[in-house]
C-alpha cells in the first residue's frame, strides 16, 4: 500500500510544491526539464561549498578563492534605468568594507535585503585599486536555520533565465527544503537489503537528505556513493539484460568450418605477421561464431592497430560457410578505400567484391542488386545505399560496420533486417574510448581491444608551435617535400567566421591563399578539400593527392577518417586548441602509415585555458589512443565524447563515468551476479529492483538502444 502512495506522491507535478507555483514551474520544465517531485528529488548538487569558515573582510588577500563574511549592509543604492539598472551595496563587518554589486535580477535582489539584520556574503572577490568587490554575491540572513544546518552548501544547476526569476541556486536549494520535509518517510527503497547491508550503505531516503542537505563529509561521501551505484546499477541491469537477449537467445548464423579461403590467406595473404592481440580478438571471433548464438561484438583499436585484416578474416569464415558479407562505412573516401584495399588483398581469391555507394551509376547498381538476390555475390562494401530497401541479399551472415557511432541504431536495425536470421554484427571503431565509457555507451556488445601496434611502426614526434614560429614550419614542410614526401594542413574552419569567439582562427581559403604564395606552381601543386564540396569534387582531389600530383593537400577534419598516404609524413594542424583530443588524435593518424618518421605539428595561439593547456601537452606526450581517450573523458565528460548519435543515451544524473570508474566497476560485477542468480528479478528479494527497473523502462527508452 504505501508504495503506491509513495510511487504517486514522487510522480506530482511540480506546481503543487510549496513556493513553486505555475510560473515558477513551467520555467523549472523548459529550463531544467524539472516536471515532478521525481525530478526535483533527483536534480542533485553538482558540487558544494564548505561554509563551515569564515573571514574578516579586513582578512581578504587573494581573489583565487570565493569568501564568506559576516556583516550588516552600510548602504544600498539603485543606479541606472531599465535593462542597464544596477545594485550597489557597501557591506561592513567590525574590521573593513568590501562593495557588493549586482546585475541582473536587481529588485528581486533589493527586496530581499535591509539594513537591521546581520546577513552572511559568499563570493569571489577582485580587487579594483586599493578595493574589494564582489559580483553577484549569495547574501543569506545569518538567523535562518538552514545555513546552521548545513555547513556544506550544496550549489545546484540553473539557467539564466531561471537565476532572473529566483531560481538560482539558492532558490532552488529552498524548494528542495520544501520538497524533503513533504517527502519524510515517502521516498521508497530500491535496493535489496543485502547489498545495503554489505557495502555499508545508508537507505534511499537517507541519502537523499544528506546528499541535499549534508551536514557531515564521511555521511555525504557515504550518500553519493550510495546514489551513483544504484544509478549505474540499473543501467547496467539494462544493459546486460539486452546482452544476454542478444548473445544466447536470439539466434545467429553458424560458421561452423575453418574452410579453404579462410587457411589460405591467414597462410599466405596477409602481407605482415599478425600482432599477439589482433590472434587473440579473432579467436574471440572464432569462439563466437561457431556456436549458432548471435555474435554482436565491438573491436576497437588505435590507429593502424590492423582491425580491418580482423574483419577481413572474419568475413572469409563466412564466405567459406556459404553466407554472404557487407562492409558498412560512414563516407564514400573509406568505403572506396575499404573497397580498394580489401580487392587489392583478395586479388588472387576466387571472391566477388563489389562497391555500392551513393555515386555508383545505375547500370552497375542493376548488376549487384540482381547478384546480391542471387547469391553470386559474396562481399559488398558501401555506405548508407546498403540500406536501401532495394537491396537485398540472398543469406547475409555478416554484417561489419566502421566507425559505428556514426550510425544511428534504426540504420543498423535495417542493414540487420536484410535477412532471415539475424546476421553476425562485428562493429568497428578507430576511437579508443575508455573501458569505463565502454562499459556504458557499448554495455550490450562484447568489447574486444587491439591494443597493440605491428612491429616497425614509428612514432609520430609531435611538436607545438605558436603562430610566431608558421615561417619555421613552412621551412620544415619543404625540406620533407624535398624527400619526396607529402603534408597535410588542417584548418578548423572553412571560410572566415563573423563570431568573435572564433574570429582569430585561420581559415581554409585564408590559409590556401598564403600556402599557394610560400610554396608557387608550377614547382609545387596543392589539393583542398572540405565537408561542402560535392562528392566528385572532393574525390578529385583527395586522388591527386594520393597518386602524388599534389604535395600538399589543405583540409578541414574531413579527411578525420578513412585516409591512407602512406607517402604523407607531416601533418600541420592549424589552430589545434580549438580541436578536441580524440579528433587530434585521428588527424595525427593520417600520418605515420609508411616505414619512414613523420611528425605532427600543433599550431595554436595563446593556450588560456588549463584545458586546452592539457591537450597539446598530452598530445606531445603520448601516441596512446587509450591514454588519449582517458584523459579526454576527464576533460569533456562522456556526454561530449559520444557525440551527436548517442546524445540522450546516457542520461546520468549524478555518476560520472570520468571518476566513478570503481563504483562503474561494481555496479557491473553486481547486475551480472543478480542476472546470473535471478534473470527474471521474480525472486521477492529483488522485488525492489524489479519495480524500479520497469518505471525505468517505462521513462527511458534510450537505454535499451545505446550500442
Same mark, same amino acid.
Given at each position: 500500500?504505501?508504495?503506491?502512495?509513495?510511487?504517486?506522491?514522487?510522480?506530482?507535478?511540480?506546481?503543487?510544491?510549496?513556493?513553486?507555483?505555475?510560473?515558477?514551474?513551467?520555467?523549472?520544465?523548459?529550463?531544467?526539464?524539472?516536471?515532478?517531485?521525481?525530478?526535483?528529488?533527483?536534480?542533485?548538487?553538482?558540487?558544494?561549498?564548505?561554509?563551515?569558515?569564515?573571514?574578516?573582510?579586513?582578512?581578504?588577500?587573494?581573489?583565487?578563492?570565493?569568501?564568506?563574511?559576516?556583516?550588516?549592509?552600510? $548602504?544600498?543604492?539603485?543606479?541606472?534605468?531599465?535593462?542597464?539598472?544596477?545594485?550597489?551595496?557597501?557591506?561592513?563587518?567590525?574590521?573593513?568594507?568590501?562593495?557588493?554589486?549586482?546585475?541582473?535580477?536587481?529588485?528581486?535582489?533589493?527586496?530581499?535585503?535591509?539594513?537591521?539584520?546581520?546577513?552572511?556574503?559568499?563570493?569571489?572577490?577582485?580587487?579594483?585599486?586599493?578595493?574589494?568587490?564582489?559580483?553577484?554575491?549569495?547574501?543569506?540572513?545569518?538567523?535562518?536555520?538552514?545555513?546552521?544546518?548545513?555547513?556544506?552548501?550544496?550549489?545546484?544547476?540553473?539557467?539564466?533565465?531561471?537565476?532572473?526569476?529566483?531560481?538560482?541556486?539558492?532558490?532552488?536549494?529552498?524548494?528542495?527544503?520544501?520538497?524533503?520535509?513533504?517527502?519524510?518517510?515517502?521516498?521508497?527503497?530500491?535496493?535489496?537489503?543485502?547489498?545495503? &547491508?554489505?557495502?555499508?550503505?545508508?537507505?534511499?531516503?537517507?541519502?537523499?537528505?544528506?546528499?541535499?542537505?549534508?551536514?557531515?563529509?564521511?555521511?555525504?561521501?557515504?550518500?553519493?556513493?550510495?546514489?551513483?551505484?544504484?544509478?549505474?546499477?540499473?543501467?547496467?541491469?539494462?544493459?546486460?539484460?539486452?546482452?544476454?537477449?542478444?548473445?544466447?537467445?536470439?539466434?545467429?548464423?553458424?560458421?561452423?568450418?575453418?574452410?579453404?579461403?579462410?587457411?589460405?590467406?591467414?597462410?599466405?595473404?596477409?602481407?605482415?605477421?599478425?600482432?599477439?592481440?589482433?590472434?587473440?580478438?579473432?579467436?574471440? @571471433?572464432?569462439?563466437?561464431?561457431?556456436?549458432?548464438?548471435?555474435?554482436?561484438?565491438?573491436?576497437?583499436?588505435?590507429?593502424?592497430?590492423?582491425?580491418?585484416? @580482423?574483419?577481413?578474416?572474419?568475413?572469409?569464415?563466412?564466405?567459406?560457410?556459404?553466407?554472404?558479407?557487407?562492409?558498412?562505412?560512414?563516407?564514400?573516401?573509406?568505403?572506396?578505400?575499404?573497397?580498394?584495399?580489401?580487392?587489392?588483398?583478395?586479388?588472387?581469391?576466387?571472391?566477388?567484391?563489389?562497391?555500392?555507394?551513393?555515386?555508383?551509376?545505375?547500370?552497375?547498381?542493376?548488376?549487384?542488386?540482381?547478384?546480391?538476390?542471387?547469391?553470386?555475390?559474396?562481399?559488398?562494401?558501401?555506405?548508407?545505399?546498403?540500406?536501401?530497401?532495394?537491396?537485398?541479399?540472398?543469406?547475409?551472415?555478416?554484417?561489419?560496420?566502421?566507425?559505428?557511432?556514426?550510425?544511428?541504431?534504426?540504420?543498423?536495425?535495417?542493414?540487420?533486417?536484410?535477412?532471415?536470421?539475424?546476421?553476425?554484427?562485428?562493429?568497428?571503431?578507430?576511437?579508443?574510448?575508455?573501458?569505463?565509457?565502454?562499459?556504458?555507451?557499448?554495455?550490450?556488445?562484447?568489447?574486444?581491444?587491439?591494443?597493440?601496434?605491428?612491429?616497425?611502426?614509428?612514432?609520430?614526434?609531435?611538436?607545438?608551435?605558436?603562430?610566431?614560429?608558421?615561417?619555421?614550419?613552412?621551412?620544415?614542410?619543404?625540406?620533407?617535400?624535398?624527400?619526396?614526401?607529402?603534408?597535410?594542413? @588542417?584548418?578548423?574552419?572553412?571560410?572566415?567566421?563573423?563570431?568573435?569567439?572564433?574570429?582569430?582562427?585561420?581559415?581554409?581559403?585564408?590559409?590556401?591563399?598564403?600556402?599557394?604564395?610560400?610554396?608557387?606552381?608550377?614547382?609545387?601543386?596543392?589539393?583542398?578539400?572540405?565537408?561542402?564540396?560535392?562528392?566528385?569534387?572532393?574525390?578529385?582531389?583527395?586522388?591527386?593527392?594520393?597518386?602524388?600530383?599534389?604535395?600538399?593537400?589543405?583540409?578541414?577534419?574531413?579527411?578525420?577518417?578513412?585516409?591512407?598516404?602512406?607517402?604523407?609524413?607531416?601533418?600541420?594542424?592549424?589552430?589545434?586548441?580549438?580541436?578536441?583530443?580524440?579528433?587530434?588524435?585521428?588527424?595525427?593518424?593520417?600520418?605515420?602509415?609508411?616505414?619512414?618518421?613523420?611528425?605532427?605539428?600543433?599550431?595554436?595561439?595563446?593556450?588560456?585555458?588549463?584545458?586546452?593547456?592539457?591537450?597539446?601537452?598530452?598530445?606531445?606526450?603520448?601516441?596512446?589512443?587509450?591514454?588519449?581517450?582517458?584523459?579526454?573523458?576527464?576533460?569533456?565528460?562522456?556526454?561530449?565524447?559520444?557525440?551527436?548519435?548517442?546524445?540522450?543515451?546516457?542520461?546520468?544524473?549524478?555518476?560520472?563515468?570520468?571518476?566513478?570508474?570503481?563504483?562503474?566497476?561494481?555496479?557491473?560485477?553486481?547486475?551480472?551476479?543478480?542476472?546470473?542468480?535471478? &534473470?527474471?528479478?521474480?525472486?521477492?528479494?529483488?522485488? $525492489?529492483?524489479?519495480?524500479?527497473?520497469?518505471?525505468?523502462?517505462?521513462?527511458?527508452?534510450?537505454?535499451?538502444?545505446? $550500442?
Amino acid at each position: 500500500m504505501s508504495s503506491i502512495k509513495t510511487t504517486s506522491i514522487l510522480g506530482t507535478p511540480i506546481e503543487f510544491l510549496k513556493g513553486v507555483g505555475p510560473k515558477k514551474a513551467d520555467l523549472l520544465k523548459t529550463e531544467l526539464q524539472i516536471f515532478t517531485y521525481r525530478d526535483l528529488l533527483e536534480h542533485y548538487p553538482f558540487r558544494y561549498i564548505d561554509k563551515s569558515q569564515f573571514q574578516r573582510i579586513s582578512e581578504i588577500q587573494s581573489d583565487e578563492l570565493p569568501v564568506q563574511v559576516k556583516g550588516k549592509f552600510k $548602504s544600498l543604492k539603485e543606479v541606472g534605468v531599465g535593462n542597464k539598472k544596477r545594485l550597489n551595496a557597501l557591506f561592513e563587518d567590525e574590521t573593513g568594507e568590501i562593495e557588493l554589486a549586482w546585475f541582473k535580477g536587481v529588485q528581486w535582489v533589493r527586496n530581499g535585503l535591509n539594513y537591521e539584520e546581520e546577513f552572511v556574503v559568499y563570493g569571489k572577490p577582485k580587487r579594483f585599486k586599493n578595493t574589494w568587490s564582489i559580483s553577484h554575491p549569495e547574501v543569506t540572513k545569518v538567523n535562518e536555520a538552514k545555513l546552521k544546518l548545513t555547513p556544506f552548501k550544496p550549489v545546484y544547476r540553473s539557467t539564466e533565465k531561471c537565476n532572473r526569476t529566483g531560481l538560482n541556486s539558492q532558490g532552488i536549494e529552498s524548494i528542495v527544503i520544501n520538497l524533503l520535509q513533504l517527502l519524510r518517510h515517502q521516498i521508497p527503497e530500491t535496493l535489496p537489503s543485502e547489498i545495503l &547491508e554489505k557495502y555499508k550503505l545508508p537507505s534511499k531516503e537517507e541519502a537523499s537528505i544528506h546528499v541535499h542537505r549534508p551536514r557531515a563529509l564521511a555521511l555525504l561521501q557515504r550518500s553519493l556513493t550510495r546514489l551513483k551505484l544504484e544509478e549505474l546499477l540499473f543501467l547496467q541491469l539494462i544493459l546486460v539484460s539486452n546482452k544476454v537477449k542478444v548473445t544466447t537467445k536470439m539466434k545467429g548464423v553458424t560458421f561452423k568450418k575453418v574452410g579453404k579461403l579462410f587457411t589460405e590467406f591467414y597462410e599466405n595473404g596477409i602481407p605482415f605477421d599478425l600482432t599477439g592481440a589482433q590472434k587473440r580478438v579473432l579467436k574471440e @571471433v572464432r569462439h563466437d561464431v561457431r556456436y549458432g548464438a548471435h555474435m554482436n561484438r565491438l573491436i576497437q583499436g588505435d590507429v593502424g592497430s590492423g582491425k580491418t585484416i @580482423v574483419a577481413l578474416l572474419t568475413a572469409l569464415l563466412g564466405i567459406d560457410n556459404n553466407y554472404q558479407v557487407c562492409l558498412m562505412a560512414p563516407t564514400e573516401i573509406l568505403a572506396i578505400q575499404h573497397f580498394e584495399g580489401i580487392s587489392e588483398l583478395l586479388k588472387n581469391f576466387p571472391i566477388t567484391v563489389k562497391l555500392l555507394t551513393g555515386s555508383t551509376p545505375k547500370s552497375k547498381r542493376k548488376v549487384i542488386h540482381e547478384e546480391l538476390a542471387s547469391g553470386a555475390l559474396q562481399f559488398l562494401i558501401g555506405t548508407h545505399a546498403l540500406l536501401e530497401p532495394v537491396v537485398m541479399f540472398k543469406n547475409l551472415g555478416l554484417a561489419i560496420i566502421d566507425e559505428q557511432h556514426r550510425f544511428g541504431v534504426k540504420q543498423r536495425a535495417r542493414l540487420w533486417g536484410k535477412a532471415e536470421i539475424t546476421p553476425h554484427v562485428l562493429v568497428m571503431t578507430a576511437t579508443p574510448i575508455p573501458r569505463t565509457l565502454a562499459m556504458t555507451l557499448y554495455g550490450d556488445l562484447d568489447v574486444s581491444t587491439i591494443d597493440e601496434l605491428p612491429p616497425g611502426r614509428k612514432p609520430i614526434t609531435t611538436v607545438h608551435k605558436t603562430d610566431s614560429s608558421r615561417l619555421h614550419v613552412f621551412g620544415f614542410m619543404e625540406e620533407e617535400i624535398k624527400k619526396g614526401r607529402q603534408v597535410y594542413v @588542417v584548418y578548423p574552419l572553412i571560410e572566415e567566421s563573423e563570431s568573435e569567439l572564433l574570429s582569430e582562427l585561420k581559415d581554409l581559403y585564408d590559409g590556401h591563399e598564403a600556402l599557394e604564395k610560400r610554396f608557387p606552381r608550377p614547382e609545387y601543386q596543392i589539393s583542398i578539400v572540405h565537408g561542402r564540396q560535392k562528392s566528385s569534387d572532393k574525390e578529385y582531389e583527395m586522388n591527386r593527392f594520393i597518386k602524388k600530383e599534389t604535395q600538399i593537400l589543405v583540409a578541414t577534419t574531413v579527411i578525420e577518417v578513412g585516409v591512407n598516404v602512406p607517402n604523407a609524413s607531416v601533418m600541420v594542424i592549424e589552430n589545434a586548441e580549438r580541436f578536441g583530443l580524440s579528433q587530434l588524435h585521428q588527424l595525427r593518424g593520417r600520418v605515420g602509415r609508411g616505414a619512414e618518421q613523420s611528425h605532427c605539428i600543433l599550431i595554436t595561439g595563446k593556450l588560456k585555458s588549463p584545458e586546452s593547456k592539457r591537450r597539446i601537452q598530452t598530445m606531445c606526450s603520448t601516441n596512446d589512443g587509450f591514454e588519449i581517450a582517458q584523459v579526454d573523458l576527464e576533460i569533456r565528460g562522456p556526454g561530449d565524447i559520444m557525440g551527436t548519435q548517442q546524445s540522450g543515451a546516457l542520461d546520468l544524473k549524478i555518476a560520472d563515468l570520468a571518476v566513478d570508474q570503481k563504483i562503474l566497476a561494481k555496479a557491473r560485477e553486481l547486475a551480472v551476479n543478480i542476472l546470473n542468480d535471478d &534473470e527474471a528479478l521474480a525472486k521477492p528479494k529483488h522485488a $525492489s529492483l524489479n519495480l524500479e527497473l520497469q518505471r525505468l523502462k517505462a521513462f527511458k527508452p534510450n537505454w535499451g538502444n545505446i $550500442s
